[in-house]
């Protein structure tokens, strides 16, 4: 049990308390951390559904309930290849995201359901598989920004955490976050659940999340919450190359780091997108954001199975190096996408500009059950889900 991280005051009140003496005293992901010092998560759930045929548009999560054999083979494939750790097909399973598809009253039975089939496949393994729920954003801006109220977003993430809970997982898994406002109503979230969580953020503009955080700035952030993550990072994203460069920038938060990169930078043609990094690439990728400080290492959009298995051979077999500098990630990986990691003041504009200027360059929507100045950009949310050819 980690007792530095339990709260003087818990988000939640005592419910939440009572149910993170349950979390902390039961919690694989940790166990499973002390034992190792590096472990390997799965690729893309986006990429590879669209692989297998999931249409643009089509919520990925009703294959939960309509083609569980295909979501079973997803998570199979990412056990096969070598991943000690896999999130769960419930990116969306929020109401807020299912309300897109006339589904909102489904989010806990689709959660559920994804932890179950994620559970068959983590029990049926033969060696200790990490089943993290997967929660995404839900898609609208929080205040004092947008319009979303704190305590509207934790029902949503408690319903979606429930749900996962109930079907099995074993740590929450709250990803591709931009906002603190955020981060903070899923931790709360899952602290009402009663389930240990990890939290990643998208670092995609600049070498900033979309809402203007850091590197550093998360860091210190996850330092602040009770009950804080197990482990925090990065994920999605521009490349594989800034995704090391964030991950230096989490030093001194004390916590297990998170990166999972995409395969390389995406690429729009024919209506489609692409993602140019090969696996070995990623093999080279994995080694250096663990030599950055990263523990647990893995992939995002355009990560398919052949990139995971050649990242366990190099995690297994290369031995570790010195922290790497900006020119030596550029110089393996390739250019960064902006000359700044974001960290330096005045590097990029205050959030509230950055975010009603996103939200002004959006193109007109379809009326919809949310007003448009509430939800967020689509490409906060659909990062995971646009249409991939290949
Ligand atoms: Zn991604």
Redesign the pocket.
């Known amino acids: 049990m980690r007792i530095k991280n339990l709260p003087q005051v818990p988000l939640g009140g005592k419910q939440a308390f009572e149910s993170l003496m349950d979390a902390t005293m039961t919690n694989p992901l940790q166990s499973i951390l002390s034992e190792r010092d590096w472990l390997l998560t799965d690729g893309?759930t986006?990429t590879n559904l669209f692989n297998m045929g999931l249409s643009s548009g089509e919520a990925p999560e009703f294959w939960n309930t309509d083609r569980p054999a295909e979501i079973r083979r997803l998570h199979a494939a990412a056990v096969e290849a070598g991943s000690d750790l896999f999130l769960t097909n419930s990116f969306g399973a929020n109401a807020s995201r299912l309300k897109l598809h006339g589904a909102a009253h489904r989010a806990h039975e689709l959660s559920k359901a994804a932890a179950e089939l994620g559970r068959d496949v983590a029990d049926a393994a033969g060696r200790d598989v990490i089943v993290a729920g997967s929660m995404g954003p839900t898609g609208e801006i929080m205040a004092p920004v947008g319009s979303l109220t704190h305590e509207a977003a934790v029902e949503m993430f408690h319903e979606q955490a429930a749900g996962l809970k109930d079907g099995g997982a074993d740590v929450i898994w709250v990803e591709?976050i931009s906002s603190p406002e955020e981060f903070l109503a899923a931790a709360e979230a899952c602290a009402l659940a009663g389930i240990a969580w990890c939290g990643t953020m998208?670092f995609d503009t600049a070498g900033r999340t979309m809402m203007g955080v850091t590197s550093n700035s998360l860091a210190a952030l996850v330092e602040k919450i009770s009950p804080g993550p197990t482990a925090f990072g990065a994920?999605?994203?521009v490349g594989a190359s800034d995704l090391v460069r964030t991950v230096l920038g989490f030093s001194g938060a004390g916590l297990p780091i998170i990166a999972?990169g995409?395969a390389g930078i995406p690429k729009y043609s024919n209506g489609c997108i692409h993602y140019d990094g090969t696996p070995d690439l990623m093999a080279d990728y994995a080694a250096l954001v663990r030599d950055a400080g990263a523990t647990i290492i893995g992939g995002?959009?355009g990560t398919t199975p052949a990139h995971i298995g050649k990242m366990r051979e190099a995690l297994e077999t290369r031995p570790r190096g010195p922290r790497p500098s900006p020119e030596e990630i550029e110089a393996r990986l390739g250019r960064f996408s902006s000359a700044s990691d974001g960290t330096r003041p005045g590097a990029a504009p205050k959030r509230e500009r950055r975010g009603r200027r996103r939200a002004a360059v959006q193109p007109p929507r379809a009326p919809g059950p949310l007003p448009e100045r509430s939800r967020a950009p689509e490409r906060e949310t659909g990062?995971?889900l646009e249409p991939h050819c290949s």
């Open positions: 893309a986006g591709t998208s994920n999605c994203g999972k995409n995002c959009c990062a995971e």
